[in-house]
């Protein structure tokens, strides 16, 4: 049974801080990593994709990546009202379920002004 | 604007009634999905199509059937269904290249069902 854990929050934190979301996973030869966002009512935006072990920076968000532990992480930095939100981590089945996405339960974010 | 359209937007429907959902996506994917959303709940894969064919059947009722007449439309047909079956219905849609990896997903904005 493969699962992936998130923290269900909610968090919150002011206008300007940085968000930091945590995600762990259980199958240890999952590949393929993603951050979806899913604001209240609408479907889920993929925000950011991993494969490599370490840091991935696009403008605001960073994704990070440690494998040993089985751990993968969104930081949002210099944090918005329009970021509040709920964040789902994503992990690629393998074999059998390759093709198949498992997602978390997602955490909800809420940036404060 | 998602290139991939869920219809309806919202449904409501009786026990006995016989709907379908619709999705339609104009990305030139070759793989589509129905997920199934409900509260506190992650998303739950239903049913996965790759070229076509149906590839992963995630022991879902047969009150659900999936239909996917080409690459660009997928159905889910909805007969005899449940109160619990009340949720958000989502298709996504992604590019299978042959690789260890798949690509993310896109998914659309999804069907709300209420069963009553």
């Known amino acids: 049974q493969k699962e992936v854990e998130q923290n269900s929050g909610p968090l919150s934190v002011p206008e300007g801080a940085i968000a930091s979301l945590n995600c762990t996973y259980s199958?240890?030869?999952?590949?393929?990593f993603f951050w979806y966002r899913q604001y209240s009512g609408k479907s889920p935006e993929l925000i950011m994709f991993?494969?490599?072990?370490g840091d991935k920076e696009d403008g605001r968000f960073t994704a990070q990546l440690n494998k040993a532990s089985q751990y993968v992480s969104l930081l949002i930095r210099d944090s918005q009202p329009s970021d509040s939100a709920t964040y789902l981590c994503?992990?690629?089945?393998?074999?059998?379920?390759?093709?198949?996405?498992?997602f978390g339960r997602g955490t909800q974010l809420t940036v404060w002004p | 604007e998602t290139g991939v359209t869920q219809t309806p937007r919202h449904l409501v429907m009786g026990m006995t009634n016989k709907k379908s959902l619709k999705c339609e996506q104009h990305l030139g994917h070759n793989a589509m999905y129905w997920y199934k959303q409900s509260a506190k709940k992650p998303l739950e894969l239903m049913f996965v199509y790759s070229y076509e064919k149906l590839s992963i059947n995630e022991s879902v009722p047969s009150r659900f059937s999936p239909e996917c007449p080409n690459s660009s439309h997928l159905f889910l047909h909805l007969h005899t269904l449940q109160p619990e079956d009340s949720a958000l219905y989502l298709c996504?849609?992604?590019?299978?290249?042959?690789?260890?990896?798949?690509?993310?997903?896109?998914f659309g904005s999804g069907t709300r069902l209420t069963v009553v």
């Open positions: 994503a992990v690629n089945g393998r074999g059998s379920t390759l093709g198949r996405l498992y």
């Open positions: 996504a849609s992604s590019q299978d290249r042959g690789r260890s990896m798949p690509y993310g997903y896109t």
């Open positions: 199958d240890r030869g999952s590949q393929s």
């Open positions: 991993i494969y490599s072990n």
